[in-house]
């Protein structure tokens, strides 16, 4: 096995800086890290732990999280990772977390190292059991990974506003309730002050890691922490959109690259309308986050390509503040807060590539097109920021003349996140359960700022669309969830007010949005001929213009799951319920095999998960299910079919027929909740829903189409056979039984308590893994 150097060495093409090779001397736990941008801190953190996933070194978590404050970022860094992977040659696969994201293999196989990239917004919103722009009943899944054996990575901190606070106290809330394997996180900036770190639950931040002596001593690190950058102050025109696309005009050199990076996606806009008015021959592209995928795959070649002859001129948002790896030989910048104007600053000379140096330019007090003239820092001329923070930028740049990374000084941050995510709340979120209006606790106040929160909105020519079909990710943009609220109250002048429809998991339909039911997360589909889009600008509640529709990939191609769907019933083969049970408990046991062997010690739930494996669709037995399957009356019972049809039953989930019949033969609580919670559909609570009708004229309990007294027949599961049931509906009553026998929900309480919310979900996840693989790839079927 070579040493860590030669293996950093054939990931990058380069030998490893001092600071990355002590950092991988260091053991996987909490850490804080302050590199300046451009010194490689993403390959400092991931490339050690391809290190150690190719070495088997004992603790390393299986998954790595890799947290950015901007979906941009996220295609570049996976790109880096794959290439990384590729040249070493590790067994490690990729998987991005964002909006309409299909790939779903890393969650069934949990014994596989995994490297995990998404925005904030996707993994925080995971992490707390609301994970967003994803379907409701696979929430658990991803909250039990993301909290048990996974190394979180949290990049660019100064911009995740008050999800800096929630990482913070995640990770003091898994020590507190414990976790599978090991799951610390790493806290990464430019600007990094360990004090950021401080919350409620997290009062003792780790000490920060930062460069030392031998780093500035080393050349290629030197070179860029010596980068040339004058700064000098804007011209007073520049404040209006009209005198910065001037300004950049007239400091724009042929073959090279501008940026202009402004504080709001309307100022980019208007700067991007001006400059193409004057700009002619010169290359213009804007670049913000309110853009589809589908458009943002054109921004690739503009990270990665030279300028043409005639030079470039980029008009950018925040989303290349940080992590992306692009240069300018001028770079003019809005007056923002001081840690994103040291980012900003990092996208000019990079690579100290010019040698007579480049030029930063600042602007005072920016104001829209729109906006009225301000003698001072206003809410207007600060936005997204605080009036405070910008003041304060704007007198440390004052007195300064140069950017360059080695003479900037180091300034103490302050940190006040508006919203603390504490005990009640994360113990809130375990519940999974709507109220019976499709109401959800709203996670969206620790995940982002309150400017920051967006919905994704698909376009679509039929609308809404049929049947379930799903927005795929190329289709869905990011979208200010106040634009999309006003657009909802009030007609636009002279315009047809836009619809936006989402999907009801309780229904089953596409409904119709409004104002008022809107949450950050939210994936819409909107008519394509009510505008709201520009391929060329990205999102505009002012275009009334027809949105071109994204081809769909069909192997892409999702559907949208209602609360009595079961997808994973109806396959393109026929199996019995014998075979499949036995397959699922083969696979939940080479799963605990593995993960033993690596460290996450299953050893005391065992019995439980391969129990509850092998009885999971004991309730397919029941006659509703097997009326569905088995049109042509096999002979067997069956688990799977080709028969794509509805219960006649309505609302029937065989998963609580399963946790009833387990709890009947005196099995473990751990047992029958795993059962009942393997489709997400009933995990805490048993209850009928809005549209559930009583079986009778009597008074005989029910609940999701199981009616108390329904007849099990006898079953043979994994050479045991089962006798008859008469199924019990008395669980789901609240308090305790005549005979002092606690309730589902007593039960399902105390066993959350005594295994700990972030371990019962993980051991939730397993048994989804197990069930999910032995259907895709079944050894027994009949036809």
Same mark, same amino acid.
Request: glycine residues 6%; negative net charge; contains cysteine.
């Given at each position: 096995?070579?040493?860590?150097?030669?293996?950093?060495?054939?990931?990058?093409?380069?030998?490893?800086?001092?600071?990355?090779?002590?950092?991988?001397?260091?053991?996987?736990?909490?850490?804080?890290?302050?590199?300046?941008?451009?010194?490689?801190?993403?390959?400092?953190?991931?490339?050690?732990?391809?290190?150690?996933?190719?070495?088997?070194?004992?603790?390393?978590?299986?998954?790595?999280?890799?947290?950015?404050?901007?979906?941009?970022?996220?295609?570049?860094?996976?790109?880096?990772?794959?290439?990384?992977?590729?040249?070493?040659?590790?067994?490690?696969?990729?998987?991005?977390?964002?909006?309409?994201?299909?790939?779903?293999?890393?969650?069934?196989?949990?014994?596989?190292?995994?490297?995990?990239?998404?925005?904030?917004?996707?993994?925080?919103?995971?992490?707390?059991?609301?994970?967003?722009?994803?379907?409701?009943?696979?929430?658990?899944?991803?909250?039990?990974?993301?909290?048990?054996?996974?190394?979180?990575?949290?990049?660019?901190?100064?911009?995740?506003?008050?999800?800096?606070?929630?990482?913070?106290?995640?990770?003091?809330?898994?020590?507190?309730?414990?976790?599978?394997?090991?799951?610390?996180?790493?806290?990464?900036?430019?600007?990094?002050?360990?004090?950021?770190?401080?919350?409620?639950?997290?009062?003792?931040?780790?000490?920060?890691?930062?460069?030392?002596?031998?780093?500035?001593?080393?050349?290629?690190?030197?070179?860029?922490?010596?980068?040339?950058?004058?700064?000098?102050?804007?011209?007073?025109?520049?404040?209006?959109?009209?005198?910065?696309?001037?300004?950049?005009?007239?400091?724009?050199?042929?073959?090279?690259?501008?940026?202009?990076?402004?504080?709001?996606?309307?100022?980019?806009?208007?700067?991007?309308?001006?400059?193409?008015?004057?700009?002619?021959?010169?290359?213009?592209?804007?670049?913000?986050?309110?853009?589809?995928?589908?458009?943002?795959?054109?921004?690739?070649?503009?990270?990665?390509?030279?300028?043409?002859?005639?030079?470039?001129?980029?008009?950018?948002?925040?989303?290349?503040?940080?992590?992306?790896?692009?240069?300018?030989?001028?770079?003019?910048?809005?007056?923002?807060?001081?840690?994103?104007?040291?980012?900003?600053?990092?996208?000019?000379?990079?690579?100290?590539?010019?040698?007579?140096?480049?030029?930063?330019?600042?602007?005072?007090?920016?104001?829209?097109?729109?906006?009225?003239?301000?003698?001072?820092?206003?809410?207007?001329?600060?936005?997204?920021?605080?009036?405070?923070?910008?003041?304060?930028?704007?007198?440390?740049?004052?007195?300064?003349?140069?950017?360059?990374?080695?003479?900037?000084?180091?300034?103490?941050?302050?940190?006040?996140?508006?919203?603390?995510?504490?005990?009640?709340?994360?113990? *809130?979120?375990?519940? /999974?359960?709507?109220?019976?209006?499709?109401?959800?606790?709203?996670? #969206?106040?620790? +995940? &982002?700022? !309150?400017?920051?929160?967006?919905?994704?909105?698909?376009?679509?020519?039929?609308?809404?669309?049929?049947?379930?079909?799903?927005?795929?990710?190329?289709?869905?943009?990011?979208?200010?969830?106040?634009?999309?609220?006003?657009?909802?109250?009030?007609?636009?002048?002279?315009?047809?007010?836009?619809?936006?429809?989402?999907?009801?998991?309780?229904?089953?339909?596409?409904?119709?949005?409004?104002?008022?039911?809107?949450?950050?997360?939210?994936?819409?589909?909107?008519?394509?001929?009510?505008?709201?889009?520009?391929?060329?600008?990205?999102?505009?509640?002012?275009?009334?213009?027809?949105?071109?529709?994204?081809?769909?990939?069909?192997?892409?191609?999702?559907?949208?799951?209602?609360?009595? *769907?079961?997808?994973? /019933?109806?396959?393109?083969?026929?199996?019995?319920?014998?075979?499949? #049970?036995?397959? +699922? &408990?083969? !696979?939940?046991?080479?799963?605990?095999?593995?993960?033993?062997?690596?460290?996450?010690?299953?050893?005391?739930?065992?019995?439980?998960?391969?129990?509850?494996?092998?009885?999971?669709?004991?309730?397919?037995?029941?006659?509703?299910?097997?009326?569905?399957?088995?049109?042509?009356?096999?002979?067997?019972?069956?688990?799977?079919?080709?028969?794509?049809?509805?219960?006649?039953?309505?609302?029937?989930?065989?998963?609580?027929?399963?946790?009833?019949?387990?709890?009947?033969?005196?099995?473990?609580?751990?047992?029958?909740?795993?059962?009942?919670?393997?489709?997400?559909?009933?995990?805490?609570?048993?209850?009928?829903?809005?549209?559930?009708?009583?079986?009778?004229?009597?008074?005989?309990?029910?609940?999701?189409?199981?009616?108390?007294?329904?007849?099990?027949?006898?079953?043979?599961?994994?050479?045991? +056979?089962?006798?008859?049931?008469?199924?019990?509906?008395?669980?789901?009553?609240?308090?305790?039984?005549?005979?002092?026998?606690?309730?589902?929900?007593?039960?399902?309480?105390?066993?959350?308590?005594?295994?700990?919310?972030?371990?019962?979900?993980?051991?939730?996840?397993?048994?989804?893994?197990?069930?999910?693989?032995?259907?895709?790839?079944?050894?027994?079927?009949?036809?």
């Amino acid at each position: 096995m070579t040493d860590y150097s030669q293996f950093f060495q054939y990931a990058t093409g380069c030998p490893p800086y001092p600071y990355q090779r002590r950092l991988a001397t260091l053991p996987f736990e909490d850490r804080s890290i302050s590199v300046p941008t451009g010194a490689g801190k993403t390959a400092a953190v991931i490339i050690p732990w391809l290190y150690r996933i190719a070495r088997n070194a004992p603790g390393t978590p299986r998954r790595l999280a890799y947290c950015l404050p901007m979906r941009v970022l996220v295609e570049q860094t996976r790109d880096n990772v794959n290439d990384w992977i590729a040249r070493t040659g590790v067994n490690v696969e990729v998987a991005t977390l964002m909006g309409g994201e299909v790939d779903q293999d890393w969650e069934i196989h949990p014994e596989k190292p995994f490297i995990l990239i998404g925005t904030q917004d996707m993994l925080l919103s995971r992490a707390l059991n609301r994970g967003y722009a994803m379907k409701r009943f696979r929430w658990p899944v991803h909250f039990g990974h993301l909290n048990n054996d996974c190394l979180w990575v949290c990049d660019e901190v100064q911009l995740m506003g008050d999800g800096l606070a929630t990482s913070t106290q995640l990770t003091a809330f898994r020590r507190q309730y414990n976790v599978f394997g090991e799951c610390p996180t790493i806290w990464m900036s430019a600007t990094m002050d360990s004090s950021l770190l401080a919350s409620v639950d997290h009062p003792q931040p780790p000490d920060t890691f930062m460069l030392e002596c031998e780093d500035f001593e080393e050349e290629s690190l030197s070179r860029r922490l010596k980068a040339v950058k004058r700064l000098a102050k804007a011209p007073e025109k520049c404040r209006r959109p009209a005198g910065l696309a001037e300004f950049l005009i007239e400091k724009h050199k042929p073959g090279s690259q501008t940026i202009a990076v402004v504080n709001t996606v309307n100022r980019a806009r208007e700067t991007y309308d001006a400059i193409t008015k004057i700009a002619a021959g010169v290359a213009c592209h804007l670049l913000h986050s309110r853009f589809r995928p589908n458009e943002k795959k054109a921004w690739q070649p503009l990270f990665e390509d030279q300028p043409p002859e005639s030079g470039r001129i980029l008009i950018a948002t925040q989303v290349i503040e940080a992590g992306v790896d692009i240069s300018s030989a001028v770079l003019v910048t809005d007056l923002a807060p001081w840690s994103s104007l040291v980012q900003r600053f990092g996208r000019c000379n990079r690579a100290a590539e010019l040698q007579a140096g480049a030029d930063v330019f600042w602007i005072d007090r920016p104001l829209l097109a729109t906006a009225k003239d301000a003698d001072g820092i206003t809410e207007e001329t600060s936005r997204p920021y605080s009036i405070n923070e910008v003041a304060e930028a704007g007198e440390r740049l004052a007195d300064l003349v140069s950017a360059t990374p080695s003479e900037l000084p180091e300034f103490k941050t302050t940190y006040t996140p508006n919203h603390v995510l504490r005990r009640r709340d994360l113990i *809130d979120f375990f519940d /999974t359960s709507a109220d019976l209006s499709g109401y959800d606790l709203d996670v #969206s106040r620790f +995940v &982002r700022s !309150e400017q920051d929160r967006d919905v994704l909105v698909a376009w679509r020519k039929i609308c809404p669309p049929i049947g379930k079909d799903a927005p795929t990710r190329d289709e869905l943009c990011s979208a200010p969830i106040g634009d999309v609220s006003e657009l909802l109250k009030s007609s636009r002048k002279g315009k047809r007010r836009p619809s936006f429809y989402t999907w009801n998991s309780l229904s089953g339909q596409w409904e119709r949005v409004e104002a008022d039911r809107l949450y950050p997360g939210m994936i819409l589909v909107a008519d394509a001929a009510s505008g709201c889009y520009d391929i060329m600008s990205g999102w505009d509640p002012a275009s009334a213009a027809p949105v071109p529709e994204v081809e769909r990939n069909g192997n892409e191609a999702t559907e949208e799951e209602a609360n009595e *769907d079961d997808p994973g /019933t109806f396959q393109k083969y026929t199996q019995t319920l014998a075979a499949h #049970s036995h397959e +699922v &408990r083969e !696979e939940m046991r080479k799963i605990i095999q593995v993960l033993n062997s690596v460290g996450v010690n299953l050893t005391r739930h065992d019995d439980d998960l391969l129990i509850a494996a092998n009885h999971h669709d004991w309730g397919k037995a029941h006659p509703v299910f097997q009326q569905t399957v088995n049109p042509e009356r096999l002979p067997a019972l069956l688990a799977k079919s080709k028969n794509r049809r509805k219960h006649k039953r309505p609302y029937f989930r065989h998963e609580l027929a399963s946790a009833l019949a387990l709890l009947q033969i005196k099995a473990s609580d751990l047992s029958a909740y795993l059962a009942a919670a393997h489709h997400g559909k009933i995990r805490l609570s048993i209850r009928a829903l809005p549209e559930e009708h009583r079986p009778d004229e009597s008074n005989a309990m029910f609940a999701r189409g199981i009616w108390e007294g329904d007849q099990l027949p006898a079953v043979e599961l994994d050479d045991t +056979v089962l006798p008859p049931l008469s199924l019990d509906l008395e669980p789901m009553l609240l308090g305790s039984s005549d005979t002092g026998v606690p309730s589902w929900t007593d039960r399902m309480l105390r066993l959350r308590d005594q295994v700990g919310l972030f371990r019962l979900a993980y051991l939730e996840a397993l048994i989804v893994a197990a069930d999910c693989r032995a259907s895709a790839d079944p050894k027994e079927v009949l036809q």
